[in-house]
């Protein structure tokens, strides 16, 4: 895989505030070129391109400017790094954005060296491959991923249940009535969440609660299964159909716990390294416990 290709993978998606609508963009931007990722929730739409390009770009958009395509490209992940990582202070640049059949061009407009500069990102539709390789499974990883961090909590919802059973009948008192917590019930505790809440937490809106609160569990997802595809490739064997594995990304989520998010994530300009995290948390021994076979949320 290429480098802008396995760059534009590993980042996350950022949610991209226009006066008309709004929009999930992903980019990668090293000093080579950049790659693109545009969606409104309807469609995908992408770009890559190399140096040479960005050079004869910023020559018919940019007359009086004169650069190398190294400083066209930190420039623009300069201005693209604010507005994606803080949609209150979009920084100094604005955008908009034009569809013309099926394609999109988004415009950005900003100054630099005191000369108005401006670019023109223009994406076509992303190929299927391409959607599903962003979206399709890494949304499916993370499912899977959810269901068994769901499954581990109804275990240890039912090991604190035995807990408190024991100390109660060695003769503990709770002193204040008001933490008092009935038994965990797995089946009611499911029933319950499908009829009150499910209608609020799956409402996706125009995508930025999932921007803004699951790019940590992406990310994690997207680096396993590049891990995985480097691995096979490594031994020759050919890539299994499904190599999101459940244990796979939960072990990424455990070894990366998700930190309050306030803004969008940001735009790197480095390479990055796309080694995922060490290795996985060590779980609480259920030995002494006899296990009932669990059923996730979707089971």
């Known amino acids: 895989m290429e480098e802008l290709e396995q760059g534009l993978l590993m980042q996350p998606w950022a949610w991209l505030p226009l006066a008309e609508n709004s929009l999930l963009v992903k980019a990668y931007i090293t000093k080579q070129g950049y790659a693109l990722l545009v969606s409104d929730l309807q469609q995908v739409w992408h770009e890559q391109v190399d140096a040479s390009v960005v050079s004869q770009r910023a020559k018919e958009l940019n007359k009086r400017l004169t650069a190398p395509p190294a400083a066209f490209l930190c420039h623009l992940d300069d201005l693209l790094r604010p507005l994606l990582k803080d949609t209150a202070c979009p920084g100094k640049a604005t ?17 630099l060296s005191g000369l108005p500069f401006y670019w023109n990102f223009h994406c076509i539709l992303a190929n ?3 959607v599903s390789q962003h979206l399709i499974r890494p ?11 769901g499954r581990e909590l109804a275990t240890l919802l039912r090991m604190k249940d035995l807990e408190i059973q024991d100390y109660q009948e060695s003769g503990a008192v709770l002193s204040r009535d008001r933490l008092k917590t009935e038994p965990f019930e797995e089946n009611s505790f499911l029933e319950q969440f499908m009829v009150e809440k499910l209608p609020e937490a799956c ?27 480097q691995e096979h490739q490594g031994t020759g064997d050919p890539q299994p159909s499904s190599s999101t594995s459940p244990q796979g990304t939960e072990n990424q989520l455990l070894s990366q716990p998700e930190e309050p998010v306030s803004s969008a994530p940001s735009l ?22 006899k296990r009932k076979k669990l059923r996730g949320l979707f089971s």
Do not use: W
């Open 128 to 130: 299927p491959s391409l």
């Open 268 to 289: 790197p300009v480095t390479e990055k390294d796309p080694t995922g995290p060490s290795g996985p948390v060590k779980r609480p021994q259920l030995s002494k416990v």
């Open 95 to 111: 955008f908009s954005c034009d569809r013309v059949d099926e394609a999109m061009i988004l415009r950005v407009q900003s100054e």
């Open 139 to 149: 949304l499916m990883g993370m499912s899977l991923a959810l269901q068994c961090q």
């Open 203 to 229: 409402h996706v809106g125009d995508g930025r609660p999932f921007v803004m609160h699951l790019q940590n569990l992406y990310v994690a997802v997207t680096r396993q299964e590049i891990q995985v595809r």
